[in-house]
């Protein structure tokens, strides 16, 4: 499986972003896929997952409300829409596949970074 992940970039806060995934490798539509961060001096933390359906989605309490994951299994892509940026969103986000239970993943992207400005 590989994963690449686009779309970073600065943003002030209050802003949008949306974070699109690739996914190759594999048949897409046969897995469940994740986004996780990575804020500068901290531990990676989930973010949001979508099972491979697309009829189930999970949030971190971080992002319910502003963040929205989404999937196109046509495309072989899952997105990350994220509303109302804050400075603590400022991090590298990683879109993975092969979820576990622990909250890890078998297969991780190369990540891309968001800036959120105050």
């Known amino acids: 499986v590989q994963l690449q992940a686009f779309g970073g970039g600065l943003v002030q806060a209050g802003g949008f972003l949306r974070l699109p995934c690739a996914f190759s490798?594999?048949?897409?539509?046969?897995?469940?896929m994740g986004w996780f961060r990575q804020a500068p001096g901290k531990e990676r933390e989930f973010v949001a997952a979508i099972s491979w359906s697309g009829g189930s989605t999970y949030y971190a309490d971080s992002a319910k409300g502003r963040f929205t994951i989404s999937r196109d299994n046509a495309k072989n892509t899952v997105y990350l829409q994220m509303n109302s940026l804050k400075p603590e969103d400022t991090a590298v986000y990683y879109c993975?596949?092969?979820?576990?239970?622990?909250?890890?993943?078998?297969?991780w992207g190369q990540g891309t970074l968001v800036t959120v400005s105050s």
């Open positions: 993975a596949t092969g979820l576990t239970p622990a909250g890890d993943a078998d297969y």
């Open positions: 490798g594999r048949t897409f539509s046969s897995y469940a």
